[in-house]
């Protein structure tokens, strides 16, 4: 058997009172964890019992009334919670383990659940043998020679049971290695992500795009500047230009002006000055500019009020080369071009950039029941909102979309689509089918041409998710419902796309924010809210869900700004509570 809420491997130890389970525990878990292996432990008591000791604040407090009781220090905590509505079943206690960090969940008690167990057995106890009425004991750990197929190990060999488990272990991650789209196990989204990555290679193809093309583009080499910015020494600002070695001068005499586009070309000597303008080149010898505000002309003389501003040598001169030098990096290969990269290349003057090759997607969707938008309604169909959804995502991203449009639900016409996807494509993406339905036949199809993955990662929404190669072609195969795709494509799909475009800088922007109202999720899953975020009257940035959360309600994604993520590791978020949340504005 296996437990929806645990991934780990479960060993029980199963034997009669008084056979000493408790101290072989205390024996094996060193030598295991001297193996390297992380243990969790979980002990079933027939009796009520006490964690903490009368007396203490915690023993009051509960004793007082409080259903859950959690006490932390420096070097541990501990979640008391009373259950006068029943035992809880192995399965249920497993959902309040953290997974993430323990190997191996050993269990003491629960003899009478379905999971693997060694017995425990002594002889001189005369208590019957479990195994012949308990199929999933794996093993005995005795004194005696039992009739039995099962391995028999020496009790009171630790070293030995030790090594059996090491042997078990070994033998669960190759049968969870094999298990087909139907396994209980799930991917965590960090593990589903990575693995993903990992299959992946880095672009190698590079073509020169024009500046029109290069929005949304990765760069393949660095971007040098070929001239320096600002490209001469030149005023910021209206006034008037001297030398620094003249300044305190009663007066100056007005020389001349120059504007911007334009040049003094005289040398300027002690007691003179040139009106000029924001952005104009200064006139040789001259390196200081004072602001037309303190200046009060007389014909062509000037003097300047020093009240309003002392003038110091270098005032409002921008250099030459001060923002960017002849030769120095602009943008670094990797780089993601925007609408300001963009305007910079052109204000350098340059034309075209090498990037890596724009990636070609090929998009399609599945199933009978799905019709193109603009055509009659069809009883029992709907419209395909996810092909063009995605198409967005994809066009956002830079990427060149091939649309194949919808495709019949037969083996023929998908092997035919999937063929010709293969060939023309860098990436292929279907919407829908990836479930465990019988009537999904891009399941087979794949089987024949490549090497594909069902996943069910532990997220809400956003499961089912395929994912391989047909050839060396990635292919993603997103799940029907509509959120559950946009979901899936930003935590997966987009993340691919980024790297298989050279995209080295990207991270996805994540901020805290208070939530406004209880977000529900569940204990070892990753939750997406739909969220609304806005600053509050006092400053904070709050956040709140747009309501209905169901993964077919394409409406709570058109209304968000951004995703509220409670992880794994939290069951619900409380009202005040700080969540992690990922806007969406420059992703959608």
């Not at 995703?563 to 504005?585: H, K, Y």
């Amino acid at each position: 058997m296996s437990f929806s809420n645990c991934s780990l491997p479960v060993l029980g130890f199963a034997a009669f009172s008084g056979t000493g389970k408790t101290t072989l525990l205390e024996q094996l878990i060193p030598l295991l964890v001297e193996s390297g292996i992380r243990i969790a432990m979980v002990k079933h008591a027939h009796h009520d019992f006490d964690v903490d000791k009368p007396g203490k604040d915690s023993f009051r407090l509960r004793k007082a009334g409080a259903e859950q009781m959690l006490i932390s220090s420096r070097r541990r905590h501990a979640l008391m919670t009373e259950t006068a509505d029943g035992e809880y079943s192995l399965n249920q206690l497993l959902n309040r383990l953290d997974q993430t960090r323990a190997d191996l969940v050993l269990v003491e008690g629960f003899k009478h659940e379905r999971f693997p167990k060694i017995e425990l057995h002594r002889e001189t106890l005369g208590k019957p043998w479990l195994f012949p009425d308990d199929s999933n004991i794996v093993a005995v750990a005795c004194d005696s020679q039992p009739a039995t197929a099962l391995p028999r190990l020496d009790i009171n060999n630790i070293t030995a049971i030790r090594d059996f488990i090491l042997r078990w272990m070994e033998g669960h991650k190759a049968q969870t290695a094999t298990c087909d789209s139907l396994s209980p196990t799930m991917l965590s989204v960090d593990a589903g992500r990575e693995k993903i990555l990992t299959a992946l290679n880095e672009p190698t193809a590079k073509a020169w795009l024009p500046l029109e093309a290069l929005h949304g583009q990765v760069l393949a080499e660095d971007v040098v500047a070929p001239v320096n910015v600002p490209s001469s020494t030149n005023s910021a600002m209206d006034g008037y230009a001297i030398r620094s070695d003249d300044i305190g001068r009663d007066r100056y005499r007005i020389v001349g002006e120059v504007f911007a586009g334009h040049h003094y070309r005289e040398t300027l000597n002690q007691g003179e000055c040139v009106r000029i303008m924001t952005g104009a080149p200064v006139p040789q010898d001259a390196d200081t500019v004072i602001m037309r505000e303190q200046a009060t002309v007389d014909g062509d003389l000037v003097r300047f009020d020093t009240s309003k501003g002392a003038v110091r040598a270098g005032q409002n001169v921008r250099q030459a080369g001060e923002d960017l030098k002849y030769g120095a990096t602009v943008f670094s290969a990797g780089s993601r071009m925007n609408a300001a990269s963009v305007g910079m290349m052109a204000s350098l003057g340059m034309d075209k950039a090498c990037c890596f090759k724009p990636i070609k997607v090929a998009l399609f969707s599945t199933g009978d029941e799905v019709q193109a938008p603009g055509t009659e309604a069809k009883e029992n169909c709907i419209y395909d909102a996810n092909r063009f959804t995605l198409r967005s995502l994809l066009e956002q991203l830079g990427c060149e979309v091939l649309d194949l449009g919808i495709i019949e639900d037969s083996e023929q016409s998908l092997t035919d689509t999937l063929t010709n996807a293969m060939e023309n494509a860098d990436m292929v993406m279907s919407s829908g089918g990836v479930s465990v339905g019988d009537a999904d036949y891009i399941k087979t199809v794949l089987a024949n041409l490549g090497d594909i993955n069902f996943w069910r990662v532990n997220m809400r929404p956003g499961r089912p998710l395929a994912f391989g190669k047909l050839g060396d072609t990635p292919f993603f195969g997103l799940p029907g419902n509509p959120v559950a795709v946009m979901v899936t494509f930003l935590q997966f799909v987009e993340p691919a796309i980024r790297k298989m475009q050279g995209d080295k800088f990207w991270q996805p922007q994540r901020i805290s924010a208070i939530t406004q109202e209880k977000i529900r999720s569940r204990l070892g899953r990753t939750e997406y809210t739909r969220g609304i975020y806005s600053i509050g009257a006092n400053g904070q940035l709050e956040v709140r869900s747009t309501g209905s959360q169901g993964s077919g309600i394409l409406r709570s994604m058109y209304e968000a700004n951004c995703l509220i993520e409670v992880s794994p590791e939290v069951e619900n978020a409380e009202t005040g509570d700080r969540v992690t949340i990922i806007p969406l504005a420059s992703r959608l």
